[in-house]
């Protein structure tokens, strides 16, 4: 191939491309229904009934559909705080889908004794009406929570602790995961967890929360569920390296 023959095939490659493009972003703002929109079909909502979604985007009840683009409804569910990303395409017959990606949420934060989400990005989210609440484990006595607003990221060091504990449940035993109901930090103090079903409060301490969940996951299989040592305990204490202790609270000062 000759060098011109080269720079033809290039040129005619660019336009194709360009033409490509401008096609592509034509069609994704042309008017969603060439006549009119009857009905928009929502998927992947977990946190929200599909109505409280489309009335947040101002699409429920009678709302009419035919003068927006798929870009604008797209633009519209992605404003809400719980949507990660929202599909949308037209699916003919008058109908668009839409699919939402949410974002995953962590954990519950109290902040001022009021829940919120937070997700696994740090972000604090509202507890909107009618959310469908999830088995969550409640952080709470935050270093920062007369600080936290909705919409605001939190990544201080006791909330990436709280953190790290919950996914160590999740790795260490899928029962610890789903029974830890609390993680108290205690405003930077040690950290105090609580278990659904489980008596005696865990006093956790701080750091090196995989090792802490590996010890506790044995005595959780060995002892707790076996012979039911817990229910005569007052605490379980991991604070110590390579040792866990269970007696009477009064002995080692520990108190809410």
Do not use: C
């Amino acid at each position: 191939m000759t060098e011109k023959s080269s720079k033809i095939l290039g040129t005619f490659i660019f336009v194709v491309l360009i033409s490509s493009l401008i096609y592509l972003v034509h069609f994704s703002n042309k008017k969603t229904d060439k006549g009119e929109v009857k009905m928009i079909e929502i998927s992947g909502n977990n946190l929200l009934p599909i109505n409280e979604y489309m009335a947040f985007t101002k699409l429920g009840g009678n709302s009419k559909f035919d003068n927006l683009t798929l870009l604008e409804i797209k633009e519209r569910f992605e404003k809400h705080p719980y949507v990660l990303n929202a599909d949308v395409e037209f699916a003919g017959s008058n109908m668009v889908k839409v699919h939402l990606t949410e974002k995953y949420i962590e954990a519950i934060l109290l902040s001022a004794g009021e829940p919120n989400f937070i997700t696994d990005n740090f972000q604090v989210l509202p507890l909107m009406p009618n959310t469908k609440f999830m088995d969550l484990p409640v952080i709470s006595n935050s270093s920062s929570e007369e600080e936290i607003k909705p919409l605001a990221y939190i990544k201080t060091t006791d909330v990436i602790e709280a953190f790290k504990i919950i996914e160590s449940a999740k790795l260490a035993n899928e029962n610890i995961s789903k029974r830890l109901s609390e993680i108290n930090l205690r405003k930077g103090g040690d950290i105090i967890l609580t278990f659904s079903g489980i008596k005696p409060p865990v006093i956790f301490g701080k750091g090196e929360a995989p090792m802490k969940m590996v010890y506790l996951d044995i005595m959780w299989s060995k002892i707790i569920e076996q012979n039911n040592l817990a229910d005569n305990s007052e605490y379980i204490d991991l604070r110590f390296s390579d040792e866990i202790f269970i007696g009477a609270s009064e002995k080692i000062g520990y108190t809410e």
